[in-house]
């Protein structure tokens, strides 16, 4: 489906997501509790719960796209901070706010912030118990390869769990969201930082993504096995879940 905007070919997507993260991290905790109504919170403690991190010092997980750390200080503290999360984020202006926050949180001793892209993870094959990745997958290029990284990277046994904006199967719920995500969230992006347009890409990239049963295959797809998914307030979030086996 167009929604008026135009296109973004592949090899631009990139950059332009960057500007928007660039521009955006200092102000990006306060616009997602504008913008999902404070839902994210809710999406997002129901994603550690699923992982039930271990409560011990080896456990290792990897969370991507992880901006400014929401999801890698929920596990930390979710493990009776035993956990070590390395916070990996394309964009170094996320991971300087998400730096901040850890040392406030007195979280730093159990975190690493590594700058560097999904597509291509700086890591050896099989060093994490669990792969998380937080309303960041659908913002990567190629997501195939972003998948692929994560199953290398994974050990033996090892979890990925994916959060992200997916299909709206409610009747009444889709009109609203449809109304709330193509207007209301470009004016509350134009009033906090002065532009529209970066925030109706990011709308339409949410009408791009693979739905619930599509981007299930795509994990298949990559060797995960035993793989699942649950809708969060009607679709409008779903955690996807795999196994390294
Ligand atoms: N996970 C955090 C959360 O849930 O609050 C942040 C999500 S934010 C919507 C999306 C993040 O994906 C941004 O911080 C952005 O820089 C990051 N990102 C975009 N493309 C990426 C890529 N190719 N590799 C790694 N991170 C990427």
């Known amino acids: 489906t167009s929604y008026g905007f135009r296109e973004v070919p592949d090899g631009q997507k990139q950059g332009l997501v960057n500007q928007v993260f660039h521009k955006v991290a200092k102000r990006y905790d ?14 997002k403690d129901a994603m ?15 969370d991507v796209a992880g901006g400014t750390g929401d999801i890698a200080f929920r596990i930390v503290e979710a493990s009776g901070r035993q956990a070590h999360a390395t916070v990996l984020d394309i964009n170094g202006s996320m991971l300087g706010v998400g730096a901040e926050r850890a040392e406030k949180k007195k979280l730093s001793g159990n975190l690493t912030f590594v700058e560097a892209n999904a597509e291509e993870l700086p890591f050896e094959a099989g060093g994490f118990d669990a792969y998380t ?37 409610m009747p009444l719920l889709d009109k609203i969201y449809d109304a709330w995500s193509f207007n209301a969230i470009p004016q509350f992006g134009k009033a ?35 793989v699942t998914f649950t809708n969060y307030t009607g679709g409008i979030a779903a955690l996807h879940s795999g196994w390294k086996l």
């Open 133 to 169: 990745i937080a309303f960041g997958i659908r913002n990567v290029p190629r997501i195939d390869a972003a998948l692929s990284e994560a199953y290398r990277v994974l050990k033996r046994g090892g979890r990925l769990l994916v959060l992200e904006f997916s299909e709206v199967d």
């Open 48 to 62: 550690i719960s699923a992982l039930n991190p271990r409560k011990e010092p080896g456990y290792k997980v990897l």
């Open 30 to 43: 306060i616009m997602n509790d504008v913008m999902s109504m404070g839902m994210h919170r809710a999406w």
């Open 192 to 226: 906090i930082t002065g532009e529209a347009e970066p925030y109706q890409y990011l709308v339409e990239s949410i009408r791009k993504f693979p739905n619930q049963e599509n981007f299930a295959a795509m994990i298949r797809q990559a060797g995960f096995s035993r």
